[in-house]
């Protein structure tokens, strides 16, 4: 009961502070990447014209170079805060499957999980078992995919990093830091803890502990970009990769120092040369995607003041842009 009392104030105020080949080659190096997807593509002679992603709200993006796609978290159900409070939480399976239709997706080559809160977790095992996909993550988000009986060929664990191969995108999943919350929460959303295994078949919001938080760099001929999921950052961690775009959560961040802005921003934006920015993990993710996402209340999280801070840096520091993208809105970075 208390759990759930402080479950209510810890919505209230922002949890938001938060392909057809035979086999899989599993390695785990930087020289020798996994290839990671069950999907041949059908004429790897040709190059791919464009990259293009798509946003359907908090983390969840699409990335597609017409050859190969992949999925990060994948969350559409977004459970309201009434659902929340009222214990047992489970994927829309009919929403996830018309909004896969919407989003024209029948395959993906890759689902990769940021991390294990039920934003990020909650509904990629169904969208791996519907696109017959591989899910990355940590060994938590491994086992709420086992909790959902998704195929062990099916769920790949990845520890501190690990580089991944779909077609011709090269990911790499690097360990990094989740947004740091006030004490109360971080006990409450499971901060700095691990989803052992059973994990329950009819979990709760307090089940889906972090289980570690990742970030995600996309190389890729054409241009490389960065999923930063959660706003946490370790120093230097991303000094040896570039990407021109970067998609940067922003979730709590207004609650943050200023100070720390700055240094998420430099150990991000500035570590890896962002030339632009697209902001995500700012909308409320207790309501609907809809047609269009909506920020959470202003007192809860500031994502007007967030976007103005980013978009400020932008163009003052980085010498670069702020675009900012709705749910279902797809844009062609290369
Ligand atoms: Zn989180």
């Known amino acids: 009961?208390?759990?759930?009392?402080?479950?209510?104030?810890?919505?209230?105020?922002?949890?938001?502070?938060g392909l057809m080949a035979s086999a899989f080659y599993l390695l785990n190096s930087e020289t020798a990447p996994l290839v990671g997807s069950g999907h041949q593509i059908e004429n790897p002679s040709v190059s791919p014209q464009q990259l293009t992603a798509t946003f359907i709200g908090t983390t969840t993006l699409l990335f597609s170079d017409g050859q190969s796609s992949i999925m990060i978290d994948g969350f559409f159900t977004r459970p309201s805060i009434k659902t929340l409070m009222k214990g047992t939480i489970k994927p829309d399976i009919p929403l996830i499957k018309s909004s896969l239709k919407r989003l024209n997706v029948a395959q993906l080559d890759g689902i990769l999980v940021a991390h294990s809160h039920h934003d990020h977790a909650?509904?990629?095992?169904?969208?791996?078992?519907?696109?017959?996909?591989?899910?990355?993550?940590?060994?938590?988000?491994?086992?709420?995919?086992?909790?959902?009986?998704?195929?062990?060929?099916q769920i790949e664990v990845v520890d501190e990093k690990r580089s991944l191969l779909f077609g011709h995108f090269k990911v790499t999943m690097i360990k990094s830091k989740h947004t740091p919350v006030p004490k109360p929460l971080a006990w409450l959303t499971g901060h700095g803890k691990n989803i052992s295994s059973p994990f329950p078949s009819q979990p709760k919001l307090t089940d889906y502990n972090e289980g570690g938080s990742y970030v995600m760099h996309i190389q890729h001929p054409l241009g490389n970009a960065l999923v930063q999921a959660s706003s946490g950052y370790i120093d230097g961690l991303l000094d040896a990769y570039q990407a021109d775009v970067v998609f940067l959560g922003i979730a709590g961040l207004s609650k943050q120092p200023d100070q720390f802005?700055?240094?998420?921003?430099?150990?991000?934006?500035?570590?890896?040369?962002?030339?632009?920015?697209?902001?995500?993990?700012?909308?409320?993710?207790?309501?609907?995607i809809g047609d269009a996402l909506v920020p959470p209340h202003s007192l809860i999280d500031d994502i007007p003041q967030s976007m103005t801070d980013l978009s400020d840096y932008m163009s003052h520091e980085a010498k670069g842009s702020f675009i900012l993208m709705q749910a279902w809105d797809t844009i062609t970075l290369y």
């Open 1 to 17: 009961m208390i759990r759930r009392i402080f479950s209510l104030l810890l919505i209230i105020s922002g949890l938001a502070i």
């Open 261 to 288: 802005k700055q240094d998420y921003f430099n150990a991000t934006l500035a570590a890896v040369g962002a030339k632009k920015v697209i902001p995500i993990h700012w909308d409320n993710f207790m309501r609907p």
């Open 122 to 153: 909650m509904d990629a095992p169904e969208v791996a078992r519907l696109t017959n996909a591989p899910l990355f993550g940590s060994e938590s988000t491994a086992n709420i995919a086992r909790s959902t009986g998704l195929p062990e060929a």
